[in-house]
């Protein structure tokens, strides 16, 4: 499958995208304003909101990366067919 020029800098531009919201998310939810995502306690506990939205922001980060990824190799491969 080849990918377009314009299509690849979507890709990538979706990865870098989805990995600037998505930490933010993450810092969000690390810091618990609302106090959802910890237990008040001696020892802060992670509950079961922060263990859905981790892995929810691991996925996200996850998928990012592959998109990116994807978006780099079509950059590289519509460079590499325009020199030919």
């Known amino acids: 499958m080849k990918l377009t020029r314009p299509v690849s800098w979507f890709l990538t ?12 998310f ?6 618990d304003s609302g106090h959802q995502a910890f237990v008040n306690g001696d020892h802060a ?3 079961a909101f922060f263990w859905i939205h981790l892995a ?3 996925v996200s ?6 998109i990116g990824v994807l978006g ?13």
Request: hydrophobic fraction near 55%.
């Open 13 to 24: 531009a979706f990865g870098a995208w989805s990995w600037m919201v998505w930490i933010t």
């Open 26 to 31: 993450a810092k969000n939810l690390w810091k």
């Open 45 to 47: 506990q992670p509950t």
């Open 56 to 58: 929810l922001t691991i």
């Open 61 to 66: 980060f996850l998928l990012g990366t592959a």
């Open 72 to 84: 780099i190799r079509g950059l590289r491969a519509a460079g590499q067919a325009a020199e030919q």
